[in-house]
């Protein structure tokens, strides 16, 4: 008998921040969807990339590959951040390096395995998730995007329910005839809360997809000082108790 009813949970952009991804990890469980994703980014600018990494892959979790994942995997020279200015650039720098030197060879063959997009179809809706976008996995797809710059990627997105993350600030809106669903952060929000974040996303066969963002409470104070102990750049820290600054869009 075809399902008609089904509760997907997806989250992203963990970067290394362990308390915010075990407590995101407890309140999907608590939740009970039927399936959950990882979108990506599960190390890079936070203390505990390593464990981070164990806990995800302990938990089953399908995952896709993040810009972040990618760069400490291959151990590239450059992670496809888009920085604003030079000094967030060299902070930037020494996350990635900290990060290459931190994780462990196999779990950096891990993140190479990682695929760029994952697709599940339930309930009449087919549904893909990817980091950035359908056209690369470092695009930003921020909310207030240039309307028929979305419309181009929805068009040709291939699903009716497109999951993503990389700018670490949640929405959602139907473009055309597809849904797109940012789930936000969960170890480095950009929206001002510093709550985690996770989304959950309804599909029913005769209504249409409903998305809930749930912010989830956790140690940021204890997030902080991991990231100071580890002598990370402080704006690390600073970001993970304040949630960050809300970012203007990239060009189209």
Same mark, same amino acid.
């Given at each position: 008998?075809?399902?008609?009813?089904?509760?997907?949970?997806?989250?992203?952009?963990?970067?290394?921040?362990?308390?915010?991804?075990?407590?995101?990890?407890?309140?999907?469980?608590?939740?009970?969807?039927?399936?959950?994703?990882?979108?990506?980014?599960?190390?890079?600018?936070?203390?505990?990339?390593?464990?981070?990494?164990?806990?995800?892959?302990?938990?089953?979790?399908?995952?896709?590959?993040?810009?972040?994942?990618?760069?400490?995997?291959?151990?590239?020279?450059?992670?496809?951040?888009?920085?604003?200015?030079?000094?967030?650039?060299?902070?930037?720098?020494?996350?990635?390096?900290?990060?290459?030197?931190?994780? @462990? =060879?196999? %779990?950096?063959?891990?993140?190479? +395995? &990682?695929?760029? /997009?994952?697709?599940? *179809?339930?309930?009449? #809706? !087919? $549904?893909?998730?990817?980091?950035?976008?359908?056209?690369?996995?470092?695009?930003?797809?921020?909310?207030?995007?240039?309307?028929?710059?979305?419309?181009?990627?929805?068009?040709?997105?291939?699903?009716?329910?497109?999951?993503?993350?990389?700018?670490?600030?949640?929405?959602?809106?139907?473009?055309?005839?597809?849904?797109?669903?940012?789930?936000?952060?969960?170890?480095?929000?950009?929206?001002? @809360? =510093?709550? %985690?974040?996770?989304?959950?996303? +309804? &599909?029913?066969? /005769?209504?249409?997809? *409903?998305?809930?963002? #749930? !912010? $989830?409470?956790?140690?940021?104070?204890?997030?902080?000082?991991?990231?100071?102990?580890?002598?990370?750049?402080?704006?690390?820290?600073?970001?993970?108790?304040?949630?960050?600054?809300?970012?203007?869009?990239?060009?189209?």
């Amino acid at each position: 008998m075809p399902v008609s009813h089904m509760r997907l949970a997806a989250f992203g952009d963990l970067h290394g921040n362990l308390p915010a991804t075990i407590a995101v990890l407890e309140d999907i469980a608590r939740a009970q969807p039927d399936f959950t994703v990882c979108l990506g980014d599960l190390v890079g600018y936070g203390a505990d990339p390593s464990a981070v990494i164990a806990r995800v892959r302990g938990a089953g979790i399908p995952v896709v590959m993040g810009n972040y994942d990618d760069g400490v995997g291959f151990d590239r020279d450059d992670c496809g951040c888009a920085y604003r200015d030079e000094m967030e650039f060299q902070r930037g720098q020494a996350s990635l390096r900290w990060t290459r030197d931190t994780v @462990d =060879p196999e %779990a950096k063959a891990w993140l190479r +395995t &990682l695929p760029f /997009d994952w697709r599940i *179809e339930r309930c009449g #809706h !087919r $549904v893909r998730a990817v980091h950035g976008s359908p056209r690369r996995i470092n695009e930003y797809l921020f909310e207030d995007r240039d309307p028929a710059s979305l419309a181009r990627i929805a068009a040709t997105a291939d699903c009716d329910i497109l999951l993503f993350g990389h700018t670490h600030q949640p929405w959602s809106r139907r473009v055309g005839d597809v849904l797109l669903v940012n789930a936000g952060s969960v170890g480095k929000p950009k929206d001002g @809360d =510093p709550r %985690a974040c996770w989304a959950e996303i +309804t &599909l029913a066969a /005769d209504s249409p997809p *409903e998305v809930v963002f #749930h !912010r $989830v409470d956790y140690d940021t104070r204890g997030a902080a000082s991991a990231i100071r102990a580890a002598g990370l750049p402080d704006q690390f820290a600073i970001d993970v108790l304040t949630g960050g600054a809300r970012r203007p869009s990239t060009p189209t």
